[in-house]
């Protein structure tokens, strides 16, 4: 943002830049439109944390909360054909089998819900 400020006070009559600018401004809002302190907020730091911590790659994506019942993952830049977008270790990937031995999962798959 501050190169595109940059930019426009160097070329005031540059309307790709400012046009640019308000995209930008606009993508940042979206992407904080929730308080530090709300509780989702802070459920995706805490996960994002833990990936990164487990080895997970994930440099290219970003999270973000609309509502209650809707989220989304974005991409946060450009991606090339062949680039990985998401790495996760297989230790931090829950499979079915795992999944079907929690209590939950018990429950779940008692019920013959799969």
Request: glycine share 8%; net charge negative; charged share 30%.
């Given at each position: ?95 079915l ?18």
């Open positions: 943002m501050e190169t595109l400020k940059e930019g426009v006070l160097q070329d005031p009559d540059n309307e790709t830049l400012k046009e640019f600018m308000r995209e930008i401004a606009e993508e940042i809002e979206q992407d904080n439109v929730i308080p530090q302190d709300h509780p989702e907020r802070m459920r995706f730091q805490s996960l994002l944390d833990w990936m990164k911590k487990g080895g997970s790659d994930f440099g290219k994506l970003k999270l973000r909360y609309y509502s209650e019942n809707y989220r989304g993952v974005h991409a946060s830049q450009d991606i090339r054909n062949g680039e990985t977008v998401l790495y996760v270790p297989l230790n931090q990937i829950i499979t089998e795992m999944a079907f031995k929690s209590p939950l999962g018990k429950l779940m798959y008692e019920k013959g819900l799969r």
